[in-house]
């Protein structure tokens, strides 16, 4: 989120979406503000070094007419799987033809506001337990549950019944977060928001403002900094939309900033990362800063994704998708941006193998300005 709390859900206008599916970007360097030093001590990577420039070129449109995409998981054989955040569905998009079936509903999901059914993940397991885990908005909270997805049933029959493992997330308006991943020790990660209220995030006890960590049952993952009855990973975040490792297993995340400064963070355990004391880089010691920093307008980033030995970061209100090269714990070179004023607002991002990315689009979101077509799931080709 870009704007003050009290007007946030209101001040997130998006743009008109471009319907030419092929048109090439070539990018611009722009002038975010990047960290050039190691900013933690996990060391410098053994990975190349990817060039200074960069380009995202789409390749192809998989598929539109989604209402409110949010959440995106790619099944084993390539084949995607869809979140609504305002309809509460599932939805399976066939990775070649792009035909969209619905698999079925997520039964309690409330949505209002920001909040609603969102992030997506696959079991690690799932080869074996077809589980599906999903972050949503209920009357009462913010929580994760998994369903079994079954695809011998009929379509919109496809999903068990919600098995909750975790519960208690507070809810809001704004700020619901609502990104899940696996990280590369099988553990669910969750990024939670402080829902408007600024002094959740400073607050170890509370579940908002956060990055959680779990066990695929919804326990306090063993290890965690706070202690093995505390699910919190790393606190002092505002609203925390995207989650991503790189190939030597760092965790970064991108986090709205108010109205002055989104962010690119290095995720170490236990660290604070200063909201609501600090927008951005504010050079205390007792507040780990991000690597790099954006202005609102430039960003509003939701999902991320790690390719080509870059992050890649889907701007909202900036309406574009940056690309952030790394050299180890640092930025390498200015941040570029692609796609602006292209297709939109841009949600998800994640990767497709090698040096591809799936796009999710975000103009039926209640701030957008949608188009014949929207929303879209894009074929990116990145390097």
């Known amino acids: 989120m ?17 319907g030419e599916a092929e048109r090439k970007d070539d990018g611009r360097s722009s002038s975010p503000s990047a960290s050039k030093r190691v900013s933690s001590p996990s060391g410098a990577a053994d990975e190349d070094v990817p060039s ?6 789409v390749v192809r449109t998989v598929a539109e007419d989604l209402k409110s995409p949010w959440g995106l998981a790619e099944l084993p054989d390539g084949d995607l799987l869809v979140s609504s955040r305002d309809e509460g569905t599932i939805t399976r998009v066939d990775a070649d033809s792009g035909r969209k079936t619905e698999i079925g509903s997520v039964p309690g999901v409330a949505p209002a506001g920001e909040g609603g059914l969102m992030g997506l993940a696959l079991s690690p397991a ?7 885990y999903a972050y949503f908005t209920t009357e009462s909270d913010n929580r994760i549950a998994r369903m ?18 975790f519960k208690g997330i507070p809810k809001g308006f704004i700020h619901n977060g609502g990104r899940i991943a696996f990280g590369p020790d099988k553990m669910l990660y969750a990024g939670t ?16 403002g956060k990055i959680l960590r779990l066990t695929p049952d919804g326990e306090p993952a063993p290890g965690n900094p706070f202690g093995d009855d505390s699910p919190v990973y790393s606190y002092g975040h505002r609203n925390v939309q995207g989650l991503a490792w790189d190939e030597d297993k760092r965790l970064w995340a991108a986090e709205f900033g108010q109205n002055t400064w989104d962010e690119l963070n290095l995720i170490e355990p236990g660290d604070n990362y200063g909201w609501p004391s600090v927008e951005g880089k504010g050079g205390e010691s007792r507040f780990h800063d991000p690597v790099a920093q954006w202005r609102t307008d430039e960003a509003s980033p939701s999902g991320i994704a790690y390719a080509e030995g870059s992050i890649w970061m889907a701007g909202l209100r900036g309406k574009r998708l940056w690309r952030i090269p790394l ?12 796609l602006e004023d292209t297709y939109g607002r841009l949600r998800t991002v994640v990767p497709a193998g090698g040096d591809k990315l799936w796009l999710v689009t975000s103009e039926t979101d209640s701030r957008g300005t949608p188009e014949a077509g929207d929303d879209r799931i894009l074929e990116v080709e990145v390097k």
Do not use: R
């Open 2 to 18: 870009t704007a003050a709390l009290a007007a946030a859900a209101l001040l997130l206008a998006g743009g008109c979406s471009s």
């Open 327 to 338: 050299d180890g714990t640092q930025v390498s070179a200015d941040p570029q941006a692609f």
């Open 193 to 208: 928001g402080e829902t408007g209220d600024t002094g959740l995030a400073q607050d170890k006890e509370s579940l908002g």
């Open 52 to 57: 200074a420039k960069g380009s995202a070129k």
């Open 126 to 132: 799932y080869a074996s337990d077809h589980m599906v």
């Open 148 to 165: 079994l997805y079954d695809e011998k049933k009929p379509a919109g029959e496809q999903l068990g019944a919600p098995d909750t493992v």
